[in-house]
């Protein structure tokens, strides 16, 4: 257990499947009427009166700026070539000139919109993700854990079948199950009552539901504090 006597991760965690049904419901969820009064990392927790704006369409200027990011590049691309060949017929370093402060002013101008358009999504990120995942605090209810001997002898991991009461940082109560594997001296410290930060879609809590590992320990006092405030 850590410093919150929270339960022990579990070996395996399917965080590549999660993410990508996350971005799936991410790609249809209406905007950010879902998020309203969500708080950061999807934890429920406040920020209500988040920009609207950012959920919206992208505007004329976000596209514009957007596409410099292929503009800067072909634009740079063909004044160096056409410098290139003047250079070439006139062997004049006036022209390579040309090129060196091409370069360096394409440089810095692509990093700059790059860095805008990473903020701008990850502002977007920020407002819609709580829509679509929830997190909350899952505690045993009922538990199973696999023998860990096969005919090999004694296997270093073991599967254990979890039933949780999950209280969310938002909304009713529910049950789910799911299977973690635990390396067998983790699983000897689970028990009926263990608890711990759980994550699910939350257009289908019951059969989304997984272990959080990802988050920092502030986050999961957040989700705490949250889950028993709801």
């Given at each position: 257990?850590d410093?919150?006597?929270t ?8 965080d ?13 969820a209406?905007?950010?009427?879902d ?16 920009d ?16 410099l ?10 004044v ?31 990093v ?16 819609r ?12 209810r ?37 299977d ?28 989304t ?13 957040q ?8």
């Open positions: 257990m410093s919150h006597d339960w022990p991760a579990p070996v395996n965690v399917d590549r499947g999660f993410d990508a049904a996350a971005m799936r419901q991410l790609g249809r209406p905007g950010s009427g998020a309203a009064g969500t708080g950061s990392a999807g934890t429920g927790t406040g920020a209500p009166g988040a609207p704006d950012l959920s919206a369409k992208p505007t004329l200027r976000e596209k514009w700026a957007t596409s990011l292929l503009v800067i590049p072909l634009v740079s691309a063909l160096v070539v056409l410098s290139a060949i003047r250079y070439t017929d006139t062997r004049n370093g006036l022209w390579l000139g040309v090129i060196a402060v091409v370069l360096v002013l394409a440089a810095l101008s692509w700059s919109v790059l860095r805008r358009s990473f903020a701008r999504a990850q502002r977007h990120l920020s407002v993700l709580p829509g679509v995942i929830g997190h909350g605090v899952g505690i045993v009922e538990l199973d854990v696999e023998s860990p001997f096969d005919e090999n002898g004694v296997s270093d991991t073991v599967t254990a079948h979890l039933t949780l009461r999950v209280n969310p940082t938002q909304g009713p109560a529910f049950t789910a199950v799911l973690a594997v635990y390396v067998l001296a983790d699983a000897e410290k689970l028990t009926v009552g263990s608890h711990g930060p759980v994550r699910y879609l939350r257009s289908d809590p019951e059969n539901v997984g272990i959080e590992t990802r988050l920092p320990e502030l986050t999961v006092q989700i705490y504090r949250a889950a028993a405030m709801n």
